[in-house]
């Protein structure tokens, strides 16, 4: 009984760690594809500036 017990409540606490992992793996990947964008906006911006500015010969 008592080791029925130990090996369900093992079992639960598995299954939320799984759970919880892959939540916080979601949660990740969402963040790098703003994080992506956001860069890569940032990459636009600097090419729109570099565009705008002329070479200057020394």
């Known amino acids: 009984m ?7 409540t093992i079992s639960e606490l598995i299954n939320e760690i799984k759970t919880t992992t892959e939540n916080n793996l979601s949660n990740l990947e969402q963040i790098m594809e703003v994080l992506i964008d956001k860069v890569n906006n940032i990459e636009n911006i600097l090419n729109q500036i570099r565009s705008k500015i002329k070479p200057t010969i020394y």
């Open 2 to 8: 008592v080791e029925n017990n130990i090996k369900n």
